[in-house]
């Protein structure tokens, strides 16, 4: 067994160690990645041959988070890991889109990387490292790649860029992308930034290419060592270079004429199509069989070069636009009458209507992952039917793309988000993508803002978004820089650039780049172009609706926030939530209490405010600490010889002593009072040892003219019984504080 180690030393003495030849040696390649006390198994396999009548790279990437590594049990009935989370799902979305453009593209057969999290450091980011051990996999490989490629995340704390911040690291950053590269070029940015400038996230970009390219230097010392240079051949393209020639004769110059007619996306479709099919009737029949698969793929280089040299040359776009347009933009708040907020954003032929529901903090969503066990305020979903693209398919749930959309669309919205104590409501955005050509994720931003205003969520600044996109020559000598792209202009371009913010900076953003050498000119001119067309979408959208709502809609459940010293939680609550279940069922409320510190804080959620009012009438009453002089209207629950036990409030009885009935002698209590009515009293005294309570209903009626007070019988040795019958009533109120506490 040959084992080799290579060691990666970051700035700050920090090191990576990448280690192969131990693990997992019947795949196609394997390493392990370490840092500090994480660590990284990543196996990467190869199928030996293409599948017939494959045109594409059919490469699947799954990273999975093992529960063993933090020392954890899976939650659910089976103890078991189960289908991928989100996060999981958007970590492997970060190391596909690194890795796919680099693989050849005559490459045809199917790859596997898995990358999965076996040892875990509580304070270390595995994310970051994901890239890397995918990549060093690859690398130890004879699967044909054009990398290596690592990933880091770059924090900025304090004004300084972080390499790899750990989790107490990033709780301070203003600045927080995953970027991935190779020795020479960008291939991927993620990220989410408080307000950041675009001069700010430029200078994070190229921070972590410096990183990178030692992580890169690292990979090729170990194909080196490992005699991986040389990889696998292959042959899985046929090619017919006269046929070839004559797609491109047949076709070119009336595909560029498609390309610069304007129409919109589906007549634009289908002439490409037709002109396709007209092409294959010059084919003997005999033979398009055949070819029709080459046919496909040398129409499709004719599409393309078509589109390209029409915009290069002339700046004409699919649609007509220059590079710098944007799309017509109309929008509406209010469209659905019974949502707590709603939005329509519509930018040329791509639309989300968006919806904004308010809920209580039993709604927040529950985060249990390996390293991350904690509730979320703000969600987004985001959904794409097929009829969104006109596809005649039916809907098979919620795949990774829309899993990664919305997660972008969730960035983009949530630092602008009111959260905690400026926010009592748990907030849900929905975007419903009704029509896609280009940038439905930054539709979502859009309609999200407008949604939340006008369901007058008070978010601090309204976030926009524009989709940026590139086309270059060779050599990237010639290049144009495109705004608000059509789905065709990502798919034939080179690059798709996301770029949401507010005025002052930015939130997001979400970068592939499929060209290899893109000067940082390139992005700096995309990212100015990209502010510009975002103020320009800001002010359309300025124009339905400014800012949030007043108040927020008559059919929106309230929220009545109270805040109790932490040593009355117990008494609310009540044994097996006994007190605060019956509140809730009684009242038709549903009631939620959080301990900070030496407080509680109380949210009262309800629609009929009648209900609302008697749930906190109740809890008042409940935390309310009985003050002497005071007067209260209770109830007598119990009746003994020497006096009526009152609970004056709930929870809270004191003895109303036969004495302290009425002026005039009262022989029997029953005479005054009964068990279940109600009797107003004043609270005379409040023991300060035991917090007893001696309550008195004649101190409340007028004293008869002349009364003479009675002559008080010598107290025999034992305590007489007015004593023993005041002590027996503390002693129960006393049990019954003892209770509450045991129910804290």
Known sequence: MKIIKKVITLDDGRTIEIETGKLAKQADGSVVVKMGGTMLLAAVTCAKEAKPDTDFMPLSVDYKEKFAAAGRYPGGFMKREGRPSDYEILISRLIDRALRPLFPEDFHAEVFVNV??????????????????????????????????????????????????????????????????????????????????????????KFAHQEIKKHCKVQMELMEETGKTAKREYSHEDNDEELRKAVETFCYERCYAIAKSGDDKHTRTEAFEALKEEFMETIPEEEREEKAMMVTRYYHDVEKRAMRRMILDEGIRLDGRSTTDIRPIWSEVDYLPMAHGSAIFTRGETQSLTTVTLGTKLDMKEMDEVLIQSTEQFVLHYNFPPFSTGDARPSRGVGRREVGHGNLAHRALKAMVPVGEANPYAIRVVSDILESNGSSSMATVCAGTLALMDAGVKIKKPVSGIAMGLITDAGNKKFAVLSDILGDEDHLGDMDFKVTGTREGITATQMDIKVDGLPYEVLEQALEQARQGRLHIMDEMMKTISEPRAEYKPHVPRIVQITIPNTFIGAVIGTGGKVIQEIQKTTGTTITITEQGDFGIIDIFGENKEGMDAALATIKAITTVPEVGEVYTGKVVSILEFGAFVEILPGKEGLLHISELDWKKVDKVEDVVKVGEEVTVKLLEVDERSGKLRLSRKALIEKPEGYVEPERKPRPSGGDRNNRGFSRGNDRNNSRGRSGDRRR
């Open 116 to 205: 999965f999290l076996v040892s875990a450091e509580k304070d270390i980011m595995p994310d970051a490292l994901a890239g890397l051990a995918a990549s060093a996999a690859l690398a130890v490989s004879d699967i044909p790649f054009n990398g290596p490629i690592s990933e880091v995340r770059v924090g900025r704390v304090n004004g300084e860029f972080v390499i790899n911040p750990s989790f107490n690291q990033l709780a301070e950053a203003d600045l927080d992308i995953m970027v991935g590269a190779t020795y020479d070029n960008i291939m991927m940015v993620e990220g989410e930034m408080k307000e950041v400038s675009e001069a700010v996230m430029l200078e994070a970009i």
